[in-house]
């Protein structure tokens, strides 16, 4: 998406994983950490579940690109790969969509090689003052008949299961990300935010329209206090195996 500015979390994804060789990006979206982080160790790979994006990250990559970077179709929750494929793990908000929490965050551990000193998972999620996430709750959840979704819980329960795993060095990091909506006119600023956030947070939801108009007043109030923006603030847990790398 390009409205969406977010500069911190892909330099703290790739701080993280520095001195890593075998990066596996756990649910791809549009390629940009994908990319970002094959650029910075020179290969990485992803697995995506959903096929029309799956098609798309295979299509943007040129035959240089397609030497760095892997395109695997699968779910968090059964990752296609033997135990101890990879030395990072990131999974970039990605939590509030699995069906199994746990099981995806086992899934994670288990395809990340404990036996190699500073193996990491690496997740990003909301923070409790996530201007995005707290619209998206207020607005659009109740329609889609959902429950409330809460960052907190679902990274406090990826460390504890992660710890219980053998990743037991944590260390937590805030990051600032933001849409932005340069639109002049007040109201033509409401409905295109209205409409990325439906549309791309619900892309195929049979009451996206409906969605789009509850946005509305609740977007007004937002830009009467942060004109052109709306904040997507992230927490960075880095889950590593003790030892030196």
Do not use: K
């Amino acid at each position: 998406m390009e409205r969406l500015e977010r500069r911190e979390e892909v330099a703290a994804i790739r701080a993280a994983v520095a001195a890593s060789r075998r990066v596996l990006d756990v649910g791809g979206g549009t390629g940009e950490l994908t990319r970002a982080v094959a650029a910075q160790v020179g290969h990485c790979t992803t697995v995506e579940p959903h096929e029309r994006r799956v098609a798309a990250l295979r299509a943007d990559d040129g035959q240089e690109q397609a030497a760095r970077i892997e395109v695997r179709s699968g779910r968090a929750e059964a990752l296609p790969f033997p135990d101890g494929s990879f030395d990072a793990v990131i999974a970039c908000w990605v939590l509030p969509y699995v069906d199994d929490l746990e099981r995806a965050v086992r899934e994670m551990a288990r395809v990340c090689d404990a036996g190699t000193p500073g193996a990491r998972v690496v997740l990003i999620g909301g923070t409790p003052d996530n201007e995005l996430v707290g619209m998206l709750n207020e607005a659009c959840v109740p329609l889609a008949g959902e429950a409330h979704d809460h960052q907190g819980y679902l990274l406090g329960t990826a460390a504890r299961v992660l710890a219980g795993l053998g990743f037991t060095d944590l260390a937590l990091h805030r990051t600032e990300a933001a849409v932005h909506f340069p639109e002049t006119d007040p109201e033509d600023r409401v409905d295109a935010a209205a409409a990325v956030m439906a549309d791309f947070w619900y892309e195929g939801h049979p009451r996206v329209q409906d969605m789009r108009l509850a946005l509305r007043p609740v977007l007004r109030r937002h830009f009467a206090r942060r004109p052109h923006a709306v904040g997507d603030q992230g927490v960075v847990l880095v889950a590593s195996v003790p030892g030196e790398r």
